[in-house]
C-alpha cells in the first residue's frame, strides 16, 4: 500500500470518532511489531520519529526501514518526523520521504512560534507535506523519565496550557493542518494523576477548526481517552508506556529463562510484545477495524 497523507488520516478519525495512535519507533523491531499490530487490528497507523531521538537512529538509518515497512503495510501508514525544532532536522526529513512534520515551536514567544511554524507550512505545502503545530507547552518534567528538563513542578503551571482563543488565530496564520495541544499532559511517566483540563479542550476544538493532537498518552486511563477523542484529539502520540512496558517483559523473560538466551531470541519476544502493547492501544483509541 503506498504510503498515506496524514491529512486524510486525521480527516477520517475526526468524522468516525476515533484517534489515530502515533507511535515513536527507533528501531526495525519496534516498528515491525506496531505495523504487524495495525494489520491484524485493521487500524490505520503514524510511525514516527522524534529529533530528540536521533542519538539512537540517524534519519538517514531509519528513514528506508520507515517507508518500506509503509509501503509493505496492508493498512495506511504516515510517516512523521515528531517535535521537529531545527530547520535542518525538518528539510532533512521531507528529502528522505517523511510525508508529515510535526514542527513544534513551543519554546518560543507566540509570534515566534508563528513565523517559524508558518516557514515549514510554506515549504511543506510545496511537497505535499502534511504540518502539525504546537500551541501551549507540553511539559517534559525531568523525573518523568522522557529525558525531559523541565523543573517537576511545572507540571501544574495552567498557564502553559494552550489559549483556545489563540488557537484559530495561531491555525489562520501558520496553515497547520493540525494542532497539538496542552491541557494537562505531560511528556513521560506521571508523577501524579493526571487533571486534564477537558472543558478547555473543548472549547479549543471549537475554536481551532483542525484536528487535534495529544502528546503525553502514556499512563492515561481509557475514560481519559475517550473523553478527549470526544472533544476532538483525533491523533494520540504514544511512547514511553509502551518502551517501559517491553522493557519490563523482556527482564521477565531473561529472569525465567532455563538456557541461554541469544539476543536473536530477544529481538523476536520484543517485536512480539511491542505488537501486543500497540494492538492494546489501537483498541484504546477505537482505530481498530478503521483502516
Known amino acids: 500500500m503506498t504510503i498515506t497523507s496524514m491529512k486524510e488520516l486525521l480527516q477520517d478519525a475526526t468524522t468516525k470518532g476515533y484517534a489515530?495512535?502515533?507511535?515513536?519507533?527507533?528501531?526495525?523491531?519496534?516498528?515491525?511489531?506496531?505495523?504487524?499490530?495495525?494489520?491484524?487490528?485493521?487500524?490505520?497507523?503514524?510511525?514516527?520519529?522524534?529529533?530528540?531521538?536521533?542519538?539512537?537512529?540517524?534519519?538517514?538509518?531509519?528513514?528506508?526501514?520507515?517507508?518500506?515497512?509503509a509501503k509493505r503495510a496492508r493498512v495506511p501508514v504516515s510517516i512523521l518526523l515528531d517535535h521537529g525544532k531545527s530547520f535542518n532536522a525538518v528539510i532533512k526529513a521531507m528529502h528522505l520521504g517523511f510525508n508529515a512534520i510535526m514542527f513544534d515551536g513551543s519554546e518560543y514567544e507566540y509570534e515566534e512560534n508563528v513565523r517559524r511554524t508558518s516557514e515549514v507550512v510554506r515549504i511543506a505545502s510545496q511537497l505535499g507535506v502534511t504540518v502539525e503545530g504546537e500551541l501551549g507547552y507540553v511539559t517534559r518534567p525531568k523525573s518523568g523519565g522522557a529525558e525531559g528538563e523541565d523543573d517537576d513542578t511545572i507540571i501544574d503551571?495552567?498557564?502553559?496550557?494552550?489559549?483556545?482563543?489563540?488557537?484559530?488565530?495561531?491555525?489562520?496564520?501558520?496553515?497547520?493542518?493540525a494542532l497539538?495541544?496542552?491541557?494537562?499532559?505531560?511528556?513521560g511517566i506521571y508523577l501524579k494523576e493526571p487533571q486534564l483540563d477537558l472543558d478547555r479542550l473543548e472549547r479549543i476544538r471549537q475554536s481551532a477548526g483542525v484536528p487535534l493532537v495529544m502528546h503525553g498518552g502514556s499512563g492515561l486511563s481509557q475514560e481519559d481517552?475517550?473523553?478527549?477523542?470526544?472533544?476532538?484529539?483525533?491523533k494520540i502520540n504514544y511512547y514511553t508506556g509502551m518502551a517501559l512496558n517491553v522493557a519490563e517483559r523482556l527482564k521477565e523473560h531473561m529472569a525465567r529463562a532455563e538456557e541461554k538466551v541469544f539476543y536473536h531470541d530477544l529481538m523476536m519476544s520484543s517485536i512480539a510484545y511491542f505488537r501486543e502493547d500497540a494492538a492494546n492501544i489501537m483498541r484504546s483509541f477505537r482505530s481498530n477495524g478503521k483502516a
Request: glycine fraction near 4%.
Open 20 to 69: 489515530v495512535p502515533c507511535f515513536n519507533a527507533i528501531n526495525s523491531d519496534m516498528i515491525r511489531g506496531i505495523v504487524q499490530a495495525a494489520e491484524e487490528e485493521q487500524s490505520p497507523v503514524i510511525l514516527c520519529h522524534a529529533e530528540i531521538h536521533l542519538k539512537y537512529s540517524t534519519l538517514e538509518h531509519l528513514a528506508p526501514i520507515l517507508l518500506e515497512e
Open 157 to 177: 503551571d495552567t498557564s502553559l496550557y494552550t489559549d483556545p482563543a489563540q488557537a484559530r488565530n495561531f491555525v489562520e496564520r501558520t496553515g497547520v493542518d
Open 180 to 187: 497539538a495541544v496542552a491541557f494537562g499532559t505531560v511528556h
Open 225 to 234: 481517552f475517550a473523553q478527549s477523542i470526544d472533544r476532538g484529539i483525533a
